[in-house]
């Protein structure tokens, strides 16, 4: 029987690795059942040929979570620094009344009341069967009115890595949130991450907590498989601070060019880092050998002119260019990462997280490797990606759902 599914995010009309998989999966579900986007995107950005959500029966409605009055929003931010410095200071969950009661004081002076009661309206008027929370802050803003929509499943899609969202170092919301998220959470039917090891570390810091690893698909249809002779390394992501790690990757090569005069680097991306690599590529002397070109629909081109894919992150929720690079039978440099074992096993060839001078021998040996054999190896594995496989077990967990009609 066909569900009503709502997939609540803060956009799907713009560029970015967590709305194409968003699109690639409500495309998918939109085959068998109601799917609608609701999206913090202004209405005049729609575009549905982006992703090609065009291709799919799915409805789009936007919104806005408006701003508390000056003074309540300036009481509401007061009250969340103190509810959120008393969650990060109780230990392991020992007191768990004085927890649970600490993040439910945050959750509603961070999340006011004019905001649950949009959001509360906006999945009434829908009537959905399953509601999907895209990113950590939105599913924990789901569990905020969990209990107004008993017959509804709830779930939180986690895009990011634990380490990247509750670290020590983290630019998103830090160990002082972790006790928060970790009780809100846990008011949803699933949450959904794209590890197993992020799944196990929810579970060491919240026995309670048991996250369901679904893997993210592959979300373009692959072009020409690499000829493997262009002598080109490719690295593809957005230029926003510190993620991708572009800027130890431009370090790293200019250590390798010490000692190769061929081979070149590409880089397809866009954002704020934009002129900070501009600078290190001048400052270097490496602009015949480093090329930076902008995003495009047609990413496969790159895939397809590029002898080796680099992955520089210093962290990664999942790292879908690796599955894209090897769709397109290239052999592939990373970071030691979590995600990337998972994805590629032995596969990779890797260098230590944010170590410049191993992934610069890590280039070089890339240099050197049985290319055929690599690439063979690579689509193997790309192939276990397939959306085919992904969507059964998104279905798998949609099939729970009651029915709301």
Excluded at 216 to 225: D, E, F, I, M, Y
Excluded at 291 to 317: I, K
Excluded at 324 to 335: F, N, R, W
Aim: charged share 20%; with cysteine; proline share 4%.
């Amino acid at each position: 029987m066909k569900k009503k599914i709502c997939f609540l995010t803060d956009s799907i009309f713009s560029i970015g690795g967590v709305q194409r998989v968003t699109a690639v999966i409500a495309k998918a579900l939109a085959a068998d059942h109601h799917v609608t986007i609701i999206t913090q995107d202004e209405p005049a950005k729609k575009d549905t040929s982006l992703y090609d959500l065009h291709e799919a029966d799915i409805s789009y409605r936007f919104f806005h979570f408006h701003k508390a009055p000056r003074l309540k929003n300036l009481c509401c931010r007061g009250y969340s620094y103190l509810y959120r410095t008393l969650l990060y200071r109780i230990g392991g969950g020992h007191d768990w009344f004085l927890q649970r009661w600490a993040s439910e004081a945050y959750a509603h002076s961070s999340f006011p009341a004019n905001q649950r009661a949009t959001l509360t309206e906006l999945l009434r008027e829908g009537g959905y069967d399953v509601v999907v929370g895209v990113h950590a802050p939105m599913a924990a803003r789901l569990a905020t009115v969990r209990k107004q929509f008993p017959d509804t499943m709830f779930l939180g899609w986690i895009h990011n890595s634990f380490e990247a969202l509750f670290g020590s170092g983290s630019l998103y919301l830090g160990p002082d949130r972790l006790r928060h998220y970790l009780y809100q959470l846990r008011q949803l039917d699933e949450t959904i991450v794209l590890c197993q090891y992020d799944a196990n570390v929810y579970r060491r810091h919240d026995s309670q907590l048991t996250p369901r690893v679904i893997y993210n698909p592959l979300t373009l249809v692959p072009g020409a498989v690499s000829k493997g002779q262009s002598k080109q390394f490719l690295a593809v992501g957005r230029f926003s601070p510190k993620h991708k790690g572009f800027d130890l990757l431009i370090d790293a090569f200019r250590l390798f060019c010490r000692h190769d005069s061929d081979w070149t680097l590409h880089i397809v991306g866009e954002g704020p880092e934009e002129a900070l690599y501009r600078e290190k590529i001048a400052a270097y002397g490496l602009e015949e050998r480093i090329q930076l070109h902008p995003f495009t629909a047609n990413v496969q081109q790159y895939y397809s002119a590029a002898q080796v894919y680099v992955l520089s992150s210093r962290w990664e929720g999942f790292g879908l260019v690796l599955v894209e690079a090897m769709a397109h039978g290239l052999p592939v440099v990373s970071s030691d990462l979590p995600t990337s074992r998972e994805i590629m096993g032995d596969f990779g060839l890797y260098f230590p997280v944010g170590d410049v001078e191993a992934m610069a021998q890590r280039l070089y040996d890339a240099t050197r490797l049985d290319w055929q054999a690599k690439a063979e190896q690579a689509q193997r594995i790309a192939a276990q990606f397939h959306i085919d496989n992904i969507i059964k077990q998104w279905q798998q967990i949609i099939t729970k759902a009651s029915d709301n009609g």
